[in-house]
């Protein structure tokens, strides 16, 4: 049985990343958090298409683990992107989605990305996809104790702040890099979907499944409307290190 959310979630990302793909040569890519890879089929394949050395970091061992049992020839480790084990210039590419917004402060966002700078080569592209502080779900979601949302099922995982398009952007132009594309994602209403999804993976044929996806994806239009920050869930940033 595959996981719906998981699956629509994964093509979200797919998209995302095949549309800001950078031009020219990529040999060595960092992708930051491994969760997707570990519970389903992550980015990993399209990335491993692609590139000759994929290297991939989660904080959790385990995660990495477990996303190194799914991908054997991936190689994964442990490690904090507040303290990257990398040399200075280190990665032609970096694709960190939904990384950043489990920290407690957004100092930690900061010294986040000052590394992130440290190990990219200069020119070259990251991706980097947050928690919208924009959107009110998510907005009401980090006011709520993490325990009351953990009881609940919604989130699986420790969720810390995030920010908003523009100060993401702000920091970002601080810490040196060069702001290129920002957008929204993941425009359909998340809680309600989860839900959906997982009665729909019980309890209904393939056939309408795929049908689900589809309706699913097609919220994504919403990211053409003025109010694309106030319905996506997170925010995407592509930048070039300067």
């Not at 407690?104 to 990219?120: D, G, N, Y």
């Not at 020119?123 to 006011?143: A, H, Y």
């Not at 919604?154 to 810390?160: D, L, M, R, S, T």
């Amino acid at each position: 049985m595959r996981d719906l959310w998981r699956t629509h979630s994964d093509s979200i990302n797919k998209a995302l990343v095949l549309r800001w793909w950078p031009v020219g040569r990529v040999d060595h890519l960092l992708k930051t958090d491994l969760f997707d890879e570990a519970v389903n089929d992550g980015l990993h394949p399209l990335l491993a298409a692609r590139v000759k050395h994929v290297i991939g970091m989660d904080i959790s061992f385990l995660v990495a683990y477990q996303a190194r049992l799914r991908y054997p020839s991936f190689r994964t480790i442990g490690g904090d992107v507040r303290c990257l084990p990398f040399m200075d210039n280190s990665f032609d590419f970096i694709v960190s989605n939904s990384t950043l917004d489990h920290f407690e402060s957004a100092k930690e966002i900061t010294v986040s990305l000052r590394e992130l700078h440290r190990v990219l080569r200069p020119g070259k592209q990251m991706i980097i996809t947050l928690d919208n502080l924009s959107n009110p779900i998510v907005l009401l979601r980090n006011w709520l104790p993490f325990r009351l949302l953990q009881r609940l099922k919604i989130v699986p995982y420790y969720v810390g702040v995030t920010l908003g398009q523009n100060s993401l952007q702000h920091l970002l132009k601080e810490v040196g890099f060069n702001v290129l594309e920002v957008d929204a994602i993941m425009h359909c209403p998340r809680v309600l979907a989860v839900v959906v999804a997982r009665w729909t993976e019980k309890h209904t044929r393939p056939k309408t499944q795929g049908y689900f996806l589809r309706f699913l994806r097609a919220f994504e239009c919403l990211s053409c409307l003025p109010t694309r920050f106030f319905t996506g869930y997170f925010v995407a940033i592509r930048v070039t290190k300067i």
